[in-house]
């Protein structure tokens, strides 16, 4: 898969940690090399991610806080911080659907006010890190899938416009496929782009998405 491919997977997803950054006070910083911040960022959230290949380690670790708890995903899974003190936390795809013709299926509801992210983010795990700030973004689209009972059971976040990103994949159930399908209806017609690890990809893989190139986090 070209570069150019998985570069813009890069900045998307980049672009969603900026995003959520921004939503807690933090302001980053993007350049050719890597987009980073320069306080740590949120839980779960990477201090820097890189751009390109061949990003020089030591001047992307003078960006960010590089004591204990920082992280750097090495997008092109070409750098090595076991030098500067980090391990590797987990490899992953960067993942890619072409614009082809959606499954069969119902689409995912947008979330649109606050109580409704504070179930999305309860369903997902992540408490306060999903923040009201982020359904004034005209970039950020967070959406849930709900059950009979009116309860979240599954939902994602999409980010851009075309291509576009998916994150924060949730489901409640034993069928993460179908809400892996729901996305891709909820945007059809566009280029979909994301990452993920065993076992999160092969479902991915199923609704059409196919893997690109790894990538890397590494953890001080």
Known sequence: MPDDVREAAAHNNAQWCDVVCAS????????????????????????????????????????????????????????????????????????HRPPTEPPDGPPLTPVTTGPGLAAWASAHGGGELFRPALLADPRIRVLAHYDENGTVSGGAVVSGDDPCGVSNLLSTTDDPDEIWRAVVVTRPGVTLLGYESAPDLPPACRAGFLPIGPLRVWLR
């Open 24 to 95: 807690h006070g933090l302001v980053g910083r993007i350049d050719a090399d890597a987009w980073s911040v320069p306080r740590r960022s949120p839980p779960w959230y990477p201090d820097a991610v890189t751009l390109r290949p061949g990003v020089d380690p030591e001047a992307l670790l003078a960006r960010i806080d590089a004591g204990a708890g920082a992280s750097v995903k090495d997008s092109f899974a070409d750098l090595d911080l076991a030098a500067y003190g980090f391990r590797v936390l987990f490899d992953a795809q960067w993942i």
